[in-house]
C-alpha cells in the first residue's frame, strides 16, 4: 500500500519539476524561435548562447515589488493566479511519458495514474482552468481585465464543444478512454491515429490553441486593445504565476496531442521518454510558428469560426467515424 | 485509519462545510466557489465509489460549465453581497420556514440513523476497484437500451428549452435596437441639447 504512495510521489515530483523547467525553458525557445522568424537573434548575454536567460527573468520577477491595486476584491485576487496554475499542472496526472519498466522488484509504470477514463480526466481539468482567469479579470476591479475574462471566458466555452467533439472519432476507433491504452495501439506509425482521423487531428490542434489562449486565438490578451488583458493588474510573482501556467497549459496540450495523435512515447531505437520529449518539442515548435505566422482574429470572426464551422466539421468527422466503425464491425 | 476512510472522512468534511459556506455567505462569488469546491468534493466521492465516469461528468457539465456561466451572470449583472434585499419577511413565514426546516434535519437524522446510508457507503467502498458500477460502458448501455426513451425524450425537452431561449432572446434584441434607434433619431438628441 504505501510503497505505490511513495511511487506514486517521486513520480509526480520529477513530472513537477520537468514540467516547471520545461516551461522556464519554453520561454527562451519562443523567444530565441521568434527572433530567427523574424530575423533577430534573441536573447545572447546571459550565458551561452543566452541559455541562463530564463534564470536571469524568474530572478528579475521575484525580486520586482507585488503591487496590489486599491479596488481589488482581496481574496479572490489572491486567489485567481493559483488557480490558473493547478489544473494545469493536473493534466499531467493522466499522461503516459514512457513504457513500463521494472526497477527495484517494482513494476513502474511510465504514467501517474492509468484511470480508465483518462481522456475525461483531461477534459474536466481543462474546464476547470477558466475560472483562474475569469477571477482574476473580475477581481481585478479594471475594465481591460473584465474584458480580457469577459472575451476568454466565452472563448473557452464555445471551444471546447469543438475540442470535445474532435477527439471522439480516435475514441471510437481506439473504443477506449485510457490514454495507456490509446498509446498502445498506435505502436508502427501506420497506426498512428494522425492518419486515421486527420480531420480530428487539425480541429484538436485548432480548439487546443484556442483554449490555450495562444496565437492566432489570444484575444483575451489582446495587448493593442487590452493592454494585457485579464492579468493587466498583476506583477511579480503573481504575474509569472500566469505566465508559467499558459506555457504549462501549451505543454500539456502538446502531450495530450502527441498521446492522441502521434503515438506517445512510441518510437523506434532511442529510449520511449526521448521519444516522447521530442514529439512534444515539435508541437511546441509548431505554436511558436503559428505565433509568427499568422496575425490575430477579430473577436466576431474568431466566434463565427468556432461555431460556424470548426463545430459542424467536428459533428461530420464523428458521424463519418461512427458509420465507417460500424461498417468495418459488420463487414 | 485506512487511506480510504481517510480519504472518504476528509472529502465529506469538505463537501458539507462548503455546501453551509455557500448558503451562507453573502458574497455571490465566493458563493459560488464554495459551490464547485463542494461539487469537486462530491466527485471524489464518487470516484471513490468506483463511479469514475460520474464524478468526471459532474466536474466536466457542473462545475466546468454550469458554473460557469453562474460566474459569467453574476459578473455581468455586478452583484457584490451589499445589495438592499428588501425588507424581512413577516413573522409567520418566518416561523414556517424555521418549522420546515427542523422537519427536514430530523428527517436526515431518521434516514442517517436507520444505518441504510452507512451500509451502502461501507459496500461502496469495499468495491472500489471494481469497474463493475458506474462505468461508461455500465451507463451507456442502460441509456441506449433501458432507458433509450426517457433518454430521447430529454434530448426534446433540452432543444425545445433551447429554441424557447433563442426566441425570448430574439424578441427583446428587436425591442432594444427600436428603441435606441428612437433615442438616437437628430431631433431627440437636438431637443436633449436645447434642453
Given at each position: 500500500m504505501w510503497e505505490i504512495v511513495i511511487i506514486s510521489s517521486i513520480k509526480v515530483l520529477l513530472v513537477v519539476v520537468a514540467i516547471l523547467t520545461g516551461c522556464a525553458y519554453a520561454t527562451y525557445m519562443e523567444r530565441k524561435v521568434l527572433g530567427h522568424m523574424q530575423h533577430r537573434i534573441g536573447p545572447l548575454y546571459a550565458g551561452p548562447y543566452g541559455l541562463l536567460q530564463?534564470?536571469?527573468?524568474g530572478l528579475k520577477l521575484i525580486f520586482k515589488e507585488d503591487i496590489v491595486p486599491d479596488n481589488v476584491e482581496r481574496t479572490t485576487y489572491a486567489l485567481a493566479p493559483l488557480l490558473a496554475f493547478v489544473p494545469s499542472l493536473l493534466t499531467f496526472a493522466v499522461v503516459p511519458f514512457a513504457a513500463d519498466v521494472d526497477m527495484f522488484g517494482y513494476r513502474i509504470t511510465g504514467v501517474i495514474s492509468d484511470l480508465n477514463i483518462g481522456i475525461l480526466w483531461v477534459f474536466a481539468v481543462t474546464s476547470l482552468g477558466v475560472y483562474g482567469l475569469v477571477l482574476a479579470g473580475w477581481?481585478?476591479?479594471?475594465?481591460?481585465?473584465?474584458?480580457g475574462a469577459i472575451r476568454s471566458s466565452a472563448q473557452m466555452i464555445s471551444y471546447e464543444v469543438a475540442y470535445g467533439l474532435s477527439i471522439i472519432g480516435v475514441i471510437l476507433i481506439a473504443n477506449t478512454f485510457s490514454l495507456r491504452e490509446i498509446v498502445e495501439q498506435q505502436a508502427s506509425i501506420t497506426d498512428w491515429f494522425v492518419f486515421r482521423q486527420?480531420?480530428?487531428?487539425?480541429l484538436f490542434i485548432t480548439c487546443a490553441i484556442a483554449e490555450t489562449n495562444r496565437a492566432p486565438f489570444d484575444l483575451p490578451e489582446a495587448e493593442s486593445e487590452l493592454v494585457a488583458g485579464y492579468h493587466t493588474e498583476y506583477s511579480s510573482m503573481r504575474f509569472s504565476t500566469f505566465f508559467i501556467s499558459e506555457y504549462a497549459n501549451m505543454i500539456a496540450v502538446s502531450s495530450v496531442a502527441t498521446t492522441l495523435f502521434f503515438g506517445g512515447w512510441q518510437g523506434p531505437l532511442l529510449p520511449?521518454?526521448?521519444w516522447f520529449c521530442i514529439k512534444v518539442f515539435l508541437f511546441m515548435f509548431l505554436y511558436i510558428w503559428l505565433r509568427a505566422t499568422f496575425p490575430r482574429f477579430r473577436y466576431d470572426q474568431l466566434m463565427a469560426f468556432g461555431w460556424k464551422v470548426l463545430f459542424p466539421l467536428a459533428l461530420l468527422n464523428t458521424i463519418v467515424t461512427a458509420g465507417l466503425v460500424m461498417l468495418t464491425d459488420w463487414l | 485509519m485506512s487511506l480510504d476512510t481517510l480519504i472518504f472522512v476528509i472529502s465529506v468534511i469538505v463537501a458539507v462545510f462548503s455546501a453551509t459556506m455557500m448558503i451562507v455567505?453573502?458574497?455571490?462569488?465566493?458563493s459560488v466557489l464554495y459551490l464547485i469546491v463542494s461539487l469537486v468534493a462530491q466527485a471524489v466521492l464518487y470516484v471513490q465509489l468506483g463511479a469514475l465516469f460520474l464524478g468526471s461528468i459532474?466536474?466536466?457539465?457542473?462545475a466546468g460549465a454550469i458554473l460557469v456561466l453562474f460566474l459569467f451572470i453574476i459578473m455581468l449583472l455586478n452583484l457584490r453581497g451589499n445589495e438592499d434585499l428588501g425588507e424581512?419577511?413577516?413573522l409567520v413565514s418566518q416561523a414556517t420556514k424555521f418549522i420546515v426546516s427542523i422537519l427536514f434535519v430530523l428527517e436526515l437524522v431518521f434516514v442517517v440513523r436507520s444505518g441504510y446510508v452507512a451500509e451502502s457507503i461501507a459496500t461502496g467502498v469495499a468495491d472500489t476497484g471494481s469497474t463493475g458500477f458506474g462505468s461508461v460502458e455500465d451507463v451507456a448501455l442502460l441509456l441506449f437500451t433501458r432507458y433509450l426513451y426517457p433518454f430521447e425524450l430529454t434530448s426534446i425537452l433540452l432543444l425545445a428549452a433551447i429554441v424557447g431561449a433563442v426566441v425570448m432572446a430574439r424578441r427583446e434584441n428587436r425591442d432594444i435596437q427600436q428603441s435606441m434607434f428612437v433615442e438616437q433619431t437628430p431631433s431627440e438628441t437636438f431637443k436633449k441639447g436645447q434642453g
Open positions: 530564463p534564470v536571469a527573468d477581481s481585478s476591479g479594471s475594465k481591460y481585465s473584465m474584458l486527420p480531420l480530428g487531428f487539425l520511449p521518454i526521448l | 455567505q453573502r458574497n455571490p462569488i465566493a459532474l466536474i466536466i457539465v457542473y424581512k419577511s413577516p
